[in-house]
């Protein structure tokens, strides 16, 4: 029988409440402003590095992002979007266990599926809010410090890129949101939650080349590598930067070039001639899988706190 | 159809295959207070979260208003008022953003819900308060607020888990007269407790709670009599000569005891206050004041798990 009315009643509702929480949350707004003026830091120096290259390069201002000190503002993403999402996503439930609101929430003509879509939904639009200022930001940096403008193929680069970080913030958002359903308390949740980034992010491409070693049967040195690489792919901060390496180069026609490179292999070998850059649609098509599944991660880590918080009981 | 608003017929909550709540059957009709009460974890709670749709029913079945809250969970949620024990509020919200939330979320039009928010918060006693943060609310606010979200809502039936747990005596009275008020609103009410001696003043009937199974079900005086065996207890202050004598024959009175001078208490199998008050004037005495002492739930709740219990142990 079918259950009567929308599953999505109140599902509007629900987000506007939690984007209010969230933008006025002091947690997240020094977590935006921290990741914001890291950035801010992190293109200055890129700039200052990008007006000593001559004017050669045709996609300068895509150096924006790759370029700049210890750390480029690329690396610094990977690295801080997981924390603003888990910021913003461990308490998303359990919060409204602890507060004892959740009871009283669910006693309004509404189903469970309006909370929880609600919930992901305005944190992924706070985050996607966070990173649109944030590239704004770098571009208008980027443009008063360069003084010249990008052209379209490097602003169409720089928007697959600001789309692919809010998949890969949208990934930790669920991630953090799917633990904030199974554990009750939230010190729990972010602490499970940070430690799987940094286990996923930190340990995982040290440790993943062994364990791919131990289980290949591939005797050349491409087939380890390969092995290799999908070992560590398990991890979505390989995919992200390696979806960044590809999209903000169009030089970059391979998700293996660098690795090839550091081993002394060019692509030359793998039939491909470098060096001439490549359309953005073939950029894309190069890395669609990462993309997928970044996304692919996002749906099944929302899937499953969907089920467990359908199953889970109301009363503590 | 008769005029319940609540029926259950032998509900059942199973966890793990253990019966929390085991065949349980009641109805609450249309306008009355009813009172779910026992110990804690006796299944009060279970009960209520299956009448709202909140958690799954392992067997029997229920009805509010007509509808089955496992397959109809809106309609039943848009016609009935949840307190949960020990509510929450959003502490950075205000008391009036707080409702304003819960309002949209029923569904409340626009032009209807700031009157409908102002006129609950009224009657709930917090008007003052309603751009205050519910951070610095009290206990007793915040149950009020509760109810204020209930009487916004226009419910036809006010579920309360354990209203009254946990609030001081000066709390406790304001809560019951927010509920009293809300059966002079045609409300019906189901409230659980397990603090039997304060909501006995509210119920019109109770259900008694004991490991899932109800014990006992009817009115307070009805269970007195059923466990007590009837005993009403009226207390006579008067002045007067012979008065005891007198008394001691109005009919259904069986026993007199002198307590204090000019203080006699009578032991009745119905309430005697009537004749009492007619024997005492009539022997030319000054009647100074006639009480008739209702049975207490905590009484009948003791002492039927006390015949219980020995039954028990005798099989």
């Known amino acids: 029988m079918r259950r009567e009315g929308s599953a999505l009643h109140g599902f509007g509702v629900v987000t506007i409440k939690e984007i209010a929480d969230h933008f006025t949350s002091i947690l997240v707004v020094v977590l935006v402003v921290l990741i914001v003026a890291t950035a801010v830091a992190v293109v200055r120096g890129a700039i200052d590095q990008i007006k000593e290259i001559t004017a050669e390069d045709p996609f300068l201002f895509l150096r924006l992002f790759t370029r700049g000190g210890p750390l480029p503002l690329v690396a610094l993403l ?9 910021g913003l996503g461990f308490d998303a439930v359990n919060g409204e266990h602890n ?65 692919v970080t809010i998949a890969y913030a949208g990934f930790w958002f669920a991630l953090a949101l799917l633990f904030s359903v199974i554990f009750r308390s939230a010190a729990t949740a972010a602490l499970v939650s940070l430690g799987v980034w940094l286990f996923l992010t930190i340990l995982w491409p040290l440790f993943s080349p062994a ?33 960044v390496a590809v999209v903000l180069d169009p030089s970059v026609r391979s998700t293996q070039q660098s690795m090839l490179a550091a081993l002394g292999l060019a692509l030359l070998e793998r039939g491909a001639i470098p060096d001439a850059p490549i359309p953005l649609l073939q950029s894309v098509l190069i890395v ?18 969907y089920i467990v918080f359908q199953r889970q009981e109301v009363r503590a | 159809m008769s005029d319940n608003v609540i029926t259950a017929q032998k509900l059942t909550k199973r966890y793990n295959g253990v019966a929390v709540v085991n065949g349980i059957s009641f109805a609450v009709a249309r306008g009355e207070i009813f009172g779910l009460l026992g110990p804690n974890g006796a299944g009060k709670t279970t009960t209520i979260l299956m009448l709202l749709g909140l958690t799954d029913i392992s067997e029997g079945e229920a009805r509010v208003l007509g509808h089955d809250p496992e397959r109809e969970p809106l309609a039943v949620k848009r016609q009935v008022g949840y307190l949960p024990d020990q509510v929450g509020f959003y502490d950075n919200l205000t008391a009036a953003e707080n409702l304003r939330y819960t309002a949209r979320l029923m569904g409340l039009e626009r032009d209807a819900r700031e009157h409908k928010i102002a006129s609950a918060l009224g009657h709930a006693g917090l008007a003052d ?20 979200e209930i009487l916004m809502k226009e419910a036809q039936i006010a579920i309360l888990d354990e209203p009254t747990s946990g609030l001081d005596p000066q709390a406790t009275v304001e809560l019951l ?43 307070v005086s009805e269970l007195g009599r059923q466990v007590l065996g009837g005993g009403f207890r009226v207390e006579v202050e008067a002045e007067g000569q012979g008065l005891a004598g007198r008394i001691a024959a109005i009919p259904g009175v069986q026993r007199v005891e002198t307590a204090a001078p000019n203080r006699l208490l009578l032991h009745a199998d119905r309430d005697v206050r009537p004749e009492a008050a007619a024997a005492v004037v009539a022997a030319g005495g000054r009647l100074l004041r006639l009480s008739v002492e209702e049975p207490s739930l905590e009484a009948i709740y003791t002492g039927y798990f006390k015949t219980h219990e020995g039954e028990r142990h005798a099989a």
Request: aromatic content about 6%; some cysteine.
């Open chain 1, 211 to 243: 364990l791919a070693d131990a289980v290949t049967t591939a005797g050349d040195v491409l087939g380890v590598l390969d092995t290799r690489q999908m070992f560590a792919r398990l991890s979505p901060s390989v995919l992200f930067n390696e979806i």
């Open chain 2, 177 to 219: 007269n927010i509920i009293r008020d809300l059966k002079h609103r045609g409300v019906s009410v189901l409230l659980s407790s397990h603090l039997l001696e304060r909501v006995q003043s509210v119920c019109d009937r109770v259900a008694l709670f004991s490991q899932g199974n109800i014990a006992l079900i009817g009115s």
């Open chain 1, 78 to 86: 990977s690295f801080l979007v997981p924390l603003v999402a888990i």
């Open chain 2, 129 to 148: 308060v309603t751009d205050k943060r519910v951070a610095t609310f009290s206990r007793g606010m915040r149950q009020r607020l509760g109810l204020a």
């Open chain 1, 99 to 163: 507060r004892r609101t959740l009871s009283r929430i669910l006693s309004q003509p509404i189903y469970r599926d309006a909370l929880l879509f609600g919930k992901f939904s305005a944190g992924l639009f706070t985050l996607a809010v966070s990173l649109i200022v944030l590239w704004l930001m770098v571009i208008g940096l980027g443009l008063v410090g360069l003084g010249i403008p990008p052209n379209a193929e490097e602003m169409a680069r720089a928007l697959v890129l600001l789309l």
């Open chain 1, 288 to 305: 669609w899988p990462q993309i997928v599944g970044l996304v692919g991660g996002t749906i099944m880590l929302f899937v499953v706190a």
